[in-house]
């Protein structure tokens, strides 16, 4: 006899017709709809993930000083002021285009970063991928937060694997379309995603999500964050220092290994190594937090990151063995991002895109700011001497982490 399943996401009671995800995942946890928002992310970020790389190479085809290529980072972030807006308008409409649309306009904008003839434009393009990559992730991480049901560390985690992929691969392939057509010639790079937004578009179905939404009464997100605002500004404070810790290493290590002699091609291998090493961290450390608690993640990724990346930064000498460390580094700081995400899906699930925006606007605005004064640090000081002073940065978040909810605290505060 066919029967009917119904779940509760966010507090609201939801009825699953037999045979659909919702319905035969007895904790909630959608698979395919977490996969094929996973798959849009892995897209997106492939384009995104080519700063790194191209930091070196429009500041040798411009011949502009490391403090002002360092603009191309906030020029990317800035458009992530919007994202609380963006946050608020996918919530009472429908976060389906906001995916489907985004890899197209990454991916046109970022791949033509090589044919720009001024710094000015250069910027215009960054800014353009930011608007993308602020519209993108605020309804992608909502719509994962929904789909992990009681399992959402995993779902955040196997989400920021192919984000993270897309970082792995990302340094290769636009490395590899330089070499192969010039830095000019490296645009047709944006066919993939392009051909990305056309399957987004007809297999990202979120009806059922939107659906739920406007079955609910709306949520003023102010209230929320005044009742909650000791967890969430714990919460944000370990989010921004993770992303500062982790900026050095994800923007400026091409940059770095070129400087002390390295090829280009050691410095994309180096980057998506590191990139590699998150993806194993996220994963494991997303789940792992379902079971043992999201506050004891963040905890000793704290305490570990600091002694990790300054070990590296000291054994750094060309070789393949020495990589090794950083990708221990790697693997501890980026996996804190899944399991800080997901736990502010859990502390505000009556309005999930408008605290994935408000995340990951607070994160994107301070770690700009701050690329700005590395790269000023670096100049100044060297890029190494730079590298060091920011690597110890992780144990900052310790304070943060001790005011952080455990997951029956977490309850009480939602019910």
Known sequence: MDTTTTTTTGGTAVTAEPGTAAATAGDGFQA???????AGHLSHDIYSSFLGVLIPAVQAKLGISLAVVSLMIPAQQLPSVVQPAIGYVADRTTRKWFVVAAPTVAAVS??????????????????ASGLAS??????????????????????????????DSARTIGPLLITAAIALFTLKGSAVVMVFGIAASVVLFFTLDTRESDARRRAT??????????????????????????????????????????????????????????????IAGGLIAGSLSDRI???TIMTIAAVASAPLFYLYLVLENGSWQVLLVLMAAGFVALSVRPVTLAMGQELVP??????????????????????????????????????????????????????????????????
């Not at 791949?111 to 800014?127: E, F, Q, T």
């Not at 810790?245 to 390295?262: A, D």
Request: proline share 3%; aromatic share 10%.
């Open 32 to 38: 395919r709809k977490t996969f094929i928002v996973a």
């Open 110 to 127: 970022l791949s033509c970063v090589g044919l720009a003839p001024s710094v000015a434009v250069v910027l215009l393009l960054l800014m």
């Open 134 to 163: 602020a519209a993108f992730h605020t309804a992608a991480i909502a719509l994962v937060g929904e789909y992990g049901g009681k399992r959402m560390g995993r779902a955040m985690s196997i989400f920021m694997a192919f984000g």
């Open 217 to 278: 009464d709306s949520v003023a997100f102010r209230p929320l964050l005044r009742a909650r605002r000791k967890a969430i500004t714990s919460l944000l404070g370990v989010y921004v220092i993770n992303g500062l810790v982790t900026l050095p290493f994800q923007y400026f290590l091409v940059k770095l290994l070129i400087t002390n002699g390295r090829s280009d091609w050691y410095g994309g291998i180096a980057l998506s190594l590191l990139s590699g090493a998150g």
């Open 293 to 295: 608690g999201r506050k």
């Open 350 to 415: 009556e309005a999930r895109s408008s605290m994935s925006g408000l995340m990951l606007a607070l994160s994107y605005i301070t770690t700009g700011v701050a690329s700005i004064g590395f790269g000023t640090l670096g100049d100044a000081v060297g890029i190494r001497e730079a590298f060091l002073i920011v690597a110890g940065v992780s144990l900052l978040a310790l304070p943060f982490v001790v005011f952080l909810p455990d997951s029956r605290e977490i309850r009480r505060l939602t019910a």
